[in-house]
């Protein structure tokens, strides 16, 4: 994982953190500036110097604290090549003002001048601390000149020069070497410098004064293939665009001395090589070769590397990102800090005081790299406090993680409310379904309704004809009373009460088609309840939507089993009417039985009148009568 922290994201999370309190020791051993005091602890990158002008590149700082700068020779000749930064950020000429003036001509005054300081280190021995410095003797990086190329070491103690390494450029170097990083092992009386323009190392020793030339443009030393660097802005008033390809550059030696880490320049990938290695001068550079170690990538070009000793943590300068990557023991690559001012920033130093200096050239701003220098290019000299940092970083990863934690309450927040979008939809779904439902029951209360109406109907019109044939029937009975008087009119009453009988009967069956009906239309009422129920019950889980819809249905519900209660009792009465209408035409039947009877029985009176009449003939004229069989006389209940 590769964190980013910008310097105001970092000041931010470390004030929330709280883990300042470790490092006021720390902080407060910085030096007697109160000032510097109040910056570094309320500031995550403390600014200790600005230069509009000179490009700060190479940086040490003591044990006491006392840091040194380097400023090269780029578009112009600089105030001073070294210098000594004050407390108030005053860059004052080191180790004097004499080896700080050059008259930029080659030969004797060379021999006394610094040309074009490039890097610092500095070294802890017995007999004291030393500061080194490597002059690439290349101003404006146009060539190398006589004398020029030099490594001087300096007594911390009396700021003395207390040795001067002379090299010589034909012999040693090639005519446009770029000296551009240093290491020494006092142990081993070994300095390690790189050449970023032809790709490689040279081991110097120090005791024998004799420099020698390795790896020289061995894939580690060179540029990484594809890799190249933009080295001025786009905009018109600058010119076209160029690109810088360089090699090894950022150096640094294990705190055992028994290995050299380096990096190119315009490249991305670490490597290390052991220097009992390179400084066996019997080995050649095949089996030399063998015995580099790529580290893997680190994902930006870089020019200064520094170790923190005491976590085992590699720092370095990543050009392309403005920023301070570290590498961890385990291999991995963070961003320790970046800032808007670290524009090209070179060179890394730790100090005692746990805090890490580094500088910002903006180098690719000036010429001779860029076509034209441009003129915002300032440089700095800035410090960060690695408790801040760690604190920062550990503030960074919860943040993170906070930022997880709330992308992925976002994305249940979401897929809530998708499921919560998805139950709208559904219950929209079931209110219509609901609806439909409800528009069902509707319609079966309506049919129910017009049964009932037509239930009315039939139930009048079976009371009409039943008052009808009751009065038809009593007719008949008068009738067939009255024909029991007179013969011809029992005759006519029996002949309309079987009228009467045969009109009863078909309004009996009338009344049985109404009925009939009126049971088929309850039973499709019965059946659009018997849907409405069903479809009540399946959407009773429906969401509070529906509720409203589903209450309006169990109204109707209720409303259509009033309905059939109702069709059930016009049911009950229609059949009361029924069997009366059943008994009315018992009745008749019986009415027609009697007239039948009372047929019979005027019958026999004429009989009767007629034997009277014989009667009287044979009482007038016995011998003249004629026999006359009498038939039996029917009576009642035959």
């Known amino acids: ?5 910008t310097t105001a994201t970092a000041l931010a999370l470390t004030a929330l953190v709280g883990c300042g309190t470790s490092s006021m020791s720390r902080v407060d051993a910085l030096g007697s500036d109160s000032q510097s005091r109040a910056l570094s602890q309320n500031q995550l990158v403390v600014e200790l110097a600005s230069f509009d002008a000179d490009s700060p590149s190479g940086i040490a700082v003591s044990t006491e604290g006392r840091v040194f700068v380097t400023f090269p020779w780029l578009d112009q000749q600089p105030s001073a090549a070294v ?6 950020g005053d860059a004052v000429p080191y180790p004097n003002t004499a080896w700080n003036e050059w008259d930029a001509k080659p030969g004797p005054s060379a021999l006394r001048a610094i040309v074009s300081a490039q890097a610092l280190t500095i070294t802890r021995e017995t007999d004291g601390e030393f500061l080194w410095i490597l002059d690439s003797g290349n101003p404006r990086e146009h060539g190398v000149v006589v004398a020029g190329p030099k ?32 290491r020494v092992d006092p142990l081993r009386h070994t300095a390690y410098i790189s050449d970023a323009r032809r790709g490689g190392v040279y081991v110097v020793d120090l005791k024998q004064r004799e420099t020698r030339a390795v790896l020289v443009a061995h894939e580690s030393t060179r540029p990484d293939p594809g890799v190249s660097l933009p080295v001025t802005p786009t905009s018109a008033d600058v010119g076209s665009p160029d690109t810088l390809r360089s090699g090894v550059a950022g150096r640094e030696l294990s705190a055992d001395g028994q290995h050299l880490y380096y990096h190119a320049l315009a490249g991305r990938t670490l490597h290390r090589v052991p220097t009992a290695v390179l400084r066996d001068p019997q080995l050649g550079p095949q089996d030399l070769a063998s015995r580099v170690e790529n580290l893997g990538i680190t994902g930006s070009a870089m020019d200064g590397l520094a170790f923190n000793h005491d976590e085992g943590d590699l720092f370095i300068t990543a050009l392309e990102h403005n920023a301070v990557f570290v590498r961890r023991t385990n291999g991995d690559i963070e961003t320790l800090l970046a800032d808007e001012r670290l524009r090209w920033p070179d060179s890394l130093a730790l100090a005692g005081d746990g805090y890490l200096y580094l500088t910002a050239s903006a180098r690719y701003l000036k010429q ?27 503030a960074a990863k919860e943040a993170e993680e906070a930022r997880a934690a709330a992308a992925e309450s976002q994305q249940l927040a979401a897929e809530a409310a998708e499921r919560v979008a998805v139950a709208q939809r559904l219950a929209e779904e079931e209110a219509k379904v609901a609806e439909a439902a409800l528009q069902q029951v509707a319609r079966a209360a309506q049919a129910v309704t017009v ?19 009751k009065h038809a ?66 959407h009773q889980q429906a969401v509070k939507a529906a509720a409203d819809a589903w209450s309006d249905a169990q109204e109707a519900k209720q409303f259509a089993s009033r309905m059939q209660d109702a069709a059930e009792a016009h049911q009950a009465r229609a059949q009361v009417a ?20 009372a047929q019979r029985l005027a019958e026999i009176a004429e009989r009767s009148y007629k034997d009277a009449q014989l009667a009287e003939v044979r009482n007038a004229n016995p011998a003249g009568a004629e026999t006359y069989e009498l038939a039996d006389v029917p009576t009642d209940g035959q």
């Open 1 to 5: 994982m590769h964190k980013l922290l």
């Open 83 to 88: 210098a000594e930064l004050t407390p108030q």
């Open 151 to 182: 490594l001087f070491k300096i007594d911390l103690a009396d700021d003395t020069v207390a040795q001067v390494f002379y090299f010589d450029h034909q012999r040693d170097f090639a005519a446009d070497s770029v000296l551009s990083d240093v």
């Open 368 to 394: 001779p790299i860029a076509q034209r220098s441009v003129a915002e290019a300032k440089g700095y000299v800035l410090k960060a406090s690695l408790d801040y940092l760690a604190c920062a970083a550990v």
């Open 451 to 469: 049964s009932q109406f037509e239930l009315a109907a039939a139930e009048e019109h079976a009371a009409d004809r039943f008052v009808a044939q």
């Open 473 to 538: 029937a009593a007719q008949a009975q008068a009738d067939a009373q009255e024909a029991a008087w007179q013969a011809d009119a029992s005759v006519q009453a029996a002949a309309q009460a079987k009228e009467a009988a045969r009109i009863a009967a078909l309004r009996a069956a009338e009344a049985q088609e109404a009925l009939a009906l009126a049971e088929a239309r309850t039973a499709v009422a019965d059946q659009s309840e018997a849907q409405a129920r069903l479809s009540a019950l399946a």
């Open 578 to 597: 029924a069997d009366a209408w059943r008994a009315e035409a018992g009745y008749a039947q019986e009415f027609v039985a009697a007239a039948e009877r």
